[in-house]
């Protein structure tokens, strides 16, 4: 598994505002996945709002809007599975290169919670659920706020 080696971030987020979108697929996985970053976000101090969307393919359209729209940073969260068919790399590469290129164009961050997964197993071991190994949405949002800072650090 690839936690290891995982930092500890803590932030203060106190005047930031953020937002999180998350895709309606997967809902056990993407609840875990908003749970974590919920608890990450609000531990800061973060001004927090929630989006929610069709799917992965659909997050980096919002995430720029809500970024346009005075959001310091953004966690993006998804889930992806791979299936029998080519769909999984064109969402995957689709939803990846656009949320790049938001935080790019914007130079705003994002934190990146988009699981990409071959099993279901895989996404509740990485979704903060009782018994799983890690909390990805936990560390999308200790990165978004974590980069907001360092962003707000530079640009003083």
């Known amino acids: 598994m690839s936690g290891a080696g995982t930092p500890d971030i803590e932030v203060d987020g106190t005047g930031l505002k953020v937002t999180i979108v998350a895709g309606h697929w997967h809902e056990e996985i993407t609840n875990g996945l908003l749970a974590g970053a919920h608890r990450v976000l609000d531990a800061s101090g973060a001004e927090v709002t929630e989006i929610r969307v069709p799917g992965s393919f659909e997050l980096p ?10 959001a310091d940073a953004v966690v993006a969260l998804g889930v992806i599975i791979r299936g029998g068919t080519p ?3 064109y969402v995957s590469a689709a939803a990846t290169d656009g949320l790049t290129r938001v935080a790019l164009d914007t130079g705003k961050p994002i934190g990146f919670g988009v699981l990409t997964l071959d099993d279901e197993q895989q996404g509740i071991d ?8 890690e909390d990805k949405g936990a560390e999308a949002a200790s990165a978004a706020l974590a980069t907001a800072v360092a962003l707000r650090e530079v640009r003083a």
């Open 61 to 70: 359209v919002v995430c720029k809007a809500a970024l346009e729209s005075g």
């Open 87 to 89: 769909h999984f790399e």
């Open 126 to 133: 990485r979704a903060g659920l009782p018994g799983s190994q």
